[in-house]
């Protein structure tokens, strides 16, 4: 019963976080001889950098151990303290999307090359602006 009860929790704060980091990657299973949950997250470059991430890690890290003891997870960067099989589960962030304005933009004076009657169109797109490299689109996403 404990187990299915920390398997819970972990799964859905490991679902929230891949939703708040849409850059984070977990792996996490089982281990049937350290008797816990394993969990691996990366990658460590943006782990690094993200004092919020850590934050959140650290507290529920806090959490799990106060609430289960020695039966909480363990925790780790890209496998360093352990390594996990190849039976793994993986969970990838999701990219949110946004949705901005596109139209016309008005402007005081006569010269501006913009129309002020188009209309104005929304429009939903990726966190990241920038296409990859091989998209034809590149020089119009540079300049934006």
């Given amino acids: 019963m404990k187990k299915e009860n920390i398997e819970k929790k972990l799964r859905s704060w490991l679902s929230e976080m891949t939703k708040k980091y849409c850059w984070l990657r977990i792996k996490f ?3 049937e001889v350290e008797g816990v949950y394993m969990v691996s997250f990366s990658p460590a470059s943006k782990i690094e950098r993200s004092d919020d991430f850590n934050k959140d890690a ?4 806090d959490d799990m151990d106060n609430e289960f003891g020695p039966d909480a997870p363990l925790f780790t960067e890209e496998e360093e303290l ?3 099989s190849e039976t793994a589960e993986t969970m990838v962030g ?3 999307t ?3 304005a596109v139209g016309p ?3 005081h004076n006569d010269n501006s090359w913009t129309s002020p009657i188009a209309p104005q169109v929304y429009v939903e797109v990726k966190k990241n602006f920038r296409p ?6 590149i020089n119009y996403a540079s300049a934006a």
């Fill in 58 to 61: 650290m507290q529920f890290a």
């Fill in 94 to 96: 999701h990219i949110s």
């Fill in 29 to 31: 299973e089982f281990s």
């Fill in 82 to 84: 352990f390594k996990l």
């Fill in 105 to 107: 933009v008005k402007v």
């Fill in 98 to 100: 946004t949705t901005i």
């Fill in 132 to 137: 990859s490299a091989s998209s034809k689109e």
